[in-house]
């Protein structure tokens, strides 16, 4: 699974498909957010440390978490081989249009 956008929203859908045992990879057009990205993911007030804490997941767990999930640096790494792609960035008020990724054309969705 590919996430588009590494602010609260995308860092937090990350999390959650992590949580749930699937791969993850995390793309922001901003590189400089991929570390913030994982740092709210780990440490953040509904972030992994706190799950432990709170009994929620076991340090094991925490750890096996964090290793699914993957920042990149290129849309490409991104959508590779991700069998969904979830865009997690907001609209641009200024100019709705340009706030598209263009991640990748749409594909069929093929079923065991």
Request: hydrophobic share 45%.
């Amino acid at each position: 699974m590919a996430i588009i956008g590494a602010g609260i929203m995308g860092s937090q859908i990350a999390q959650v498909i992590a949580t749930a045992g699937c791969q993850v990879r995390l793309f922001d057009a901003n590189p400089a957010q991929l570390p913030t990205a994982m740092d709210t993911i780990e440490n953040g007030r509904f972030g992994l440390r706190r799950a432990v804490d709170c009994g929620k997941l076991t340090p094991d767990e925490r750890r096996a978490t964090l290793a699914l999930i993957r920042p990149v640096t290129t849309m490409a790494d991104a959508v590779g081989e991700a069998g969904l792609t979830v865009e997690a960035v907001p609209p641009s008020a200024a100019n709705p249009a340009a706030s598209s990724t263009k991640a990748s054309a749409p594909r069929k969705m093929s079923t065991p």
